[in-house]
């Protein structure tokens, strides 16, 4: 039986631990820049206007308007402004979240029992699918390219 020494595995190691922060911290600017386009996506299918009904709301201290619903499937018409600017975009360590924490920004994406959807985040995720993961992979070559000595 003989023995086998390996020297230089510490350097591999550190190495292969920068190499694996420099894939993260590539992906994860890719994602934020991701998110940022699927907020601006969704935030824009709700300015826009879609056809529907007329309805009249009421503001507070009585007087009243004419707002156009959005008829099921389009985005909803932004009314008061509060949905589109909920919109945000969260990073945490491992995921970044685009979304609003109004509780009738759901209802308006899935629909409710008394309401068909008028899904406006969905639709933006999907219209940037391919973006996304063109963006990823492209972060992930160039951190290839440029580390390429490891």
């Known amino acids: 039986m003989s023995?086998?020494?390996v020297q230089g595995i510490e350097e591999v190691q550190r190495n292969l631990a920068k190499l694996a922060d420099s894939?993260?911290?590539?992906?994860?600017d890719a994602l934020v820049v991701s998110g940022?386009?699927?907020?601006?996506?969704?935030?824009?299918s709700i300015q826009e206007k879609s056809?529907?009904?007329?309805?009249t709301r009421s503001r507070a201290g009585g007087s009243t308007y004419q707002h156009i619903a959005a008829a099921a499937g389009n985005a909803p018409n932004t009314d008061t402004g509060r949905l589109v600017g909920s919109v945000q975009v969260d990073v945490t360590s491992d995921s970044v979240f685009v979304g609003s924490t109004l509780e009738y920004a759901g209802m308006l994406e899935f629909g409710t029992r008394n309401m068909l959807p008028r899904p406006w985040l969905n639709p933006a995720l999907e219209a940037n699918r391919r973006a996304i993961l063109k963006r990823v992979?492209?972060?992930v070559n160039?951190?290839?390219q440029q580390r390429?000595?490891?």
């Open 148 to 150: 390429g000595d490891v």
């Open 137 to 139: 992979q492209d972060a």
């Open 142 to 144: 160039r951190t290839t």
């Open 3 to 5: 023995n086998v020494q």
């Open 23 to 28: 894939y993260g911290k590539a992906v994860a």
């Open 36 to 44: 940022n386009d699927v907020r601006n996506t969704a935030i824009r």
């Open 51 to 55: 056809s529907g009904r007329t309805v």
